[in-house]
């Protein structure tokens, strides 16, 4: 019976230091998310309203200057930007992005696919390696962003895909992503990234009457591909913020998990050295009668 007690007492110190370990992980995700949820709180409403502006834009100027970025064209070659995270232990975070994608390309882009025209590129350690070892075509250059997070390493991962547009090389590019909402709760999207989409026409806007200074095609020119890198950076603030609250609740939820299986582990530990001691009397008793028969 001692054995079984050993045992026992060897799981309840391992789920002790896996709590602690746990614990310890859910207070740096918390410190790190106030960071990241002040990010991207503070960078979303001038996004959004930048996009806004472009997408005015583009409707209001179409046929009137050349707009590479705008320019819709029948879709041969796909390219899909996923952002996920460079570690693990963050529930169904990476999975659920990573299922997102192959969803993506097996509804929209089959066709493509069928032919090797699909590529993937990859924001995050955990995409890239499931994304190559799946056998996926993969634009490898990206994927470490999260190691040094700045504008301008987004800024180049932006350029290659409107390079590769303008260039004709690419035809549509996707972005996916987890759009952070709280702490708990995150929102798996996929959104169009180039061409630039136009306001949806459904009779009850005008087009915008924008004045232009410098001249319109200048103006545009410029603008296209800073709002376009702020969108990207955009997203990725936002997964971010959603990698770092999905580690905070799932460290949360392992922690008091192994709450409950500390306090199962204690009931049979109990139990074990009860029966243990029960024993060790009978064999007591049953000694003292042997010596007095």
Known sequence: MSGALKEVRNRIKSVQSTQQITKAMKMVSA?????????????????????????????????????????????????????TSDRGLCGGY??????????????????QQNKGNVQVLPIGKKGYEHFTKNGFSVVNAYWDIFADLRFERVQAAAKYAMDAFAAKEIDAVEIIYSEFKNAASQLFIAEPFLPVQKVADNGSKKKADFIFEPSQSVLIAELMPKILNTQLYKAVLDANASEHGARMTAMDKASDNANELLKSLKISY????????????????????????
Do not use: C, F, W
Request: hydrophobic share 40%.
């Open 94 to 111: 990476n999975s659920n992005l990573i299922k997102l994608t192959k969803q993506t390309i097996q509804t929209k882009y089959a066709h």
């Open 270 to 293: 109990n139990r074990a050295r009860q029966a243990a001691i029960t024993t060790e009397l009978t064999e007591i008793v049953s000694g003292a009668a042997a010596l007095q028969g």
């Open 31 to 83: 410190a790190k998310l106030r960071r990241a949820q002040d990010a991207i709180t503070q960078m979303r409403p001038y996004a959004q309203k930048l996009q806004e502006m472009l997408s005015n834009i583009v409707s209001s100027s179409e046929g009137e200057v050349s707009m590479d970025l705008a320019t819709v064209r029948p879709i041969e070659k796909v390219l899909i930007i996923v952002v």
